[in-house]
């Protein structure tokens, strides 16, 4: 008999009658947009969790990093130096940023840009760079610290994208880290993302980018922004999603410590650095050494498992960036096709982690 298929990602976001009571307060109140009351009390909520100063809710996480990278890049500046291994996401923001993608590679350790990769890679530049975008690998969180004492230094301006950090960020500085909040997200709230930022201007500043630029009450606009916003609806799963978020920090840390127990010290594959220790988020990647790739995926396959290489093989082989400048990346090309996502949802039985667990080396 055929084993039943197992999915890699069943997202699940709060039911009906956990979003009913905020449904209600939408109809008694009739404010459905513009900054309502549900949206001040995620907003504030997603400050509490976070340790944010500032948050900026957003209409997606790809327009959070855009507005992130307007209020910071070097004006009259070109490049914004961040890796090529990232979802594709990251670079078309840089783009709408009216600036240009500089692909860089990765640790291969971490799976991120360090400060050390940007150093060198600022020797061959005809100019310093508008920005650096760093991006948080899979949810894991950034070394803030590091990156604040590099751009101390150089005085080249950070931004995070942390799209799928939220439930593994304790603490947020002056660098603003920007959320998603799509559906696939631990803290997902079907569409949206948010800045966090220590630096309460910017997150007024980038507020006011949400919404035509309007600072103050009136209604005058002072910056060039856009709609970004979310609505009340969306603040209002938002909210059941964060009464709900124990419970499935929970599910996500049972999924990972399972996965552990079973894929020890002592295989060939491995884990990233901290996952399940220091830090959870909503997918969970195994790194396969590389002349184990093609047998391990034909057993998945083989047995009907699904997978992923969720950030594909770095931004540099889609068409659209093929033409992008960029560094050295004989890392992320070595280590991108090993980076392998396995299933990881709460619809997971023991006897399926020991299906997947049969099919790794």
């Not at 969306?234 to 909210?239: E, F, K, R, T």
Request: charged share 20%.
């Amino acid at each position: 008999m055929t084993n039943a298929k197992i999915k890699v990602l069943v997202p699940k976001l709060p039911g009906t009658e956990a979003i009913v009571p905020y449904m209600r307060q939408i109809d008694e109140r009739r404010v459905y947009s513009n900054y309502g009351p549900l949206t001040e009390k995620f907003r504030s909520r997603l400050s509490e969790l976070t340790g944010a100063a500032g948050v900026t809710l957003t209409s997606n996480g790809t327009s959070a990093i855009e507005l992130a990278l307007r209020i910071r890049a070097t004006p009259q500046r070109h490049y914004c130096l961040m890796p090529s291994f990232t979802f594709i996401a990251s670079a078309h923001a840089v783009c709408n940023a009216g600036l240009t993608p500089y692909l860089l590679d990765v640790c291969e350790r971490s799976l991120m840009l360090t400060p050390e990769i940007v150093e060198a890679a600022l020797e061959g530049l005809d100019e310093l760079p508008a920005a650096v975008l760093v991006v948080s690998a899979f949810g894991a969180p950034p070394d803030q610290a590091a990156w604040q004492a590099f751009e101390a230094r150089y005085g080249i301006p950070v931004v995070f994208d942390a799209a799928a950090a939220a439930t593994s960020i304790k603490q947020v500085g002056s660098q603003p880290l920007c959320l998603s909040l799509h559906a696939t997200k631990a803290l997902g709230i079907g569409e949206g993302g948010a800045i966090l930022c220590a630096d309460t201007d910017l997150t007024d500043h980038a507020t006011a980018m949400t919404g035509f630029g309007f600072l103050g009450a009136e209604r005058v606009s002072a910056i060039r922004a856009g709609n970004y916003r979310i609505s009340e609806y969306s603040a209002a799963v938002g909210n059941a999603v964060i009464d709900a978020l124990p419970a499935r920090v929970a599910d996500l840390q049972r999924l990972t410590d399972g996965y552990r127990k079973r894929i020890g010290a002592d295989r060939l594959s491995r884990f990233q650095e901290g996952v399940g220790e220091r830090w959870l988020t909503m997918t969970l990647n195994v790194i396969v050494p590389p002349n184990k790739v093609a047998a391990t995926l034909a057993h998945l396959d083989e047995d009907h498992i699904e997978w992923r290489r969720w950030w594909g093989l770095g931004c540099h082989t889609h068409p659209a960036f093929a033409d992008v400048p960029r560094g050295d990346l004989h890392v992320t090309e070595s280590i991108a096709p090993c980076v392998i996502g396995l299933p990881f949802h709460d619809l997971l039985s023991a006897a399926d982690l020991d299906r997947v667990d049969r099919c790794l080396p």
